[in-house]
């Protein structure tokens, strides 16, 4: 029954749990997770840290992670655990443009990086940072029964930046002059963002 169970998808598996305490002991064995697991986060820019908690059964870690996935909501956790790649958009002036290197060609995209206190730096050189001060935050409105109603993420006094999530499970934060895009960091050690669920 294991090796079928290995040859079944995960939604399958996770349905036939609760059929009998004998399917449910071998479909949720760590033994039969731990290769789908393994699979889910192969490819993926991040790995939620809440499901690299040590002692989290595999069917659990794989769970959260999808469960994560999904997760549009960005946190401060989020915005701190990852280095970020920053760029102007066509629309942005052409002042602007010509001093971002990945626009002419001359280098990589610059890179911006979130504090816990609060505020925002970059590498040193970089032509647009330019060393002021910068400060970000998350905005959150609601309707009722919790659903969000607005969700952006605003630096300084500059126009608020939507949020998205890609199917790698990457971060992308624009609005109409520049984006945001998280840096693939899947191997990172003790995972990214909130180590609890929020949805």
């Known amino acids: 029954m294991g090796k079928m169970f290995e040859f079944m998808d995960a939604r399958s598996v996770a349905r036939s749990i ?3 305490l004998g399917w449910h002991e071998i479909a949720t064995s760590d033994r039969l997770w731990a290769p789908k697991r393994a699979e889910l986060w192969k490819g993926k820019a991040h790995i939620p840290r809440m499901s690299k908690v040590r002692g989290l059964s595999k069917l659990a870690a794989y769970s959260l992670s999808i469960m994560d996935g999904k997760r549009t909501r960005i946190m401060k956790e989020d915005l701190c655990s990852h280095v970020w790649e920053f760029r102007f958009k066509k629309t942005a002036p052409e002042y602007w ?6 626009w002419k060609g001359t280098g990589p995209p610059m890179r911006r990086y979130f504090h816990p206190d609060g505020s925002q ?3 040193p050189n970089d032509k647009v940072w330019g060393g002021h001060e910068c400060t970000f935050s998350i905005i ?18 500059w126009p608020p930046m939507t949020v998205s999530r890609r199917e790698d499970w990457s971060w992308e934060m624009a609005n109409h002059l520049y984006c945001y895009n998280s840096v693939p960091d899947a191997e990172k050690e003790g995972g990214t963002g909130p180590l609890f669920p929020v949805w």
């Open 18 to 20: 609760v059929v009998s």
């Open 140 to 157: 959150t409105s609601y309707i009722g029964e919790g659903q969000i109603r607005n969700h952006y993420v605003r630096i300084n006094r």
């Open 121 to 123: 730096t970059a590498d």
């Open 97 to 102: 443009r010509n001093l971002d290197p990945s």
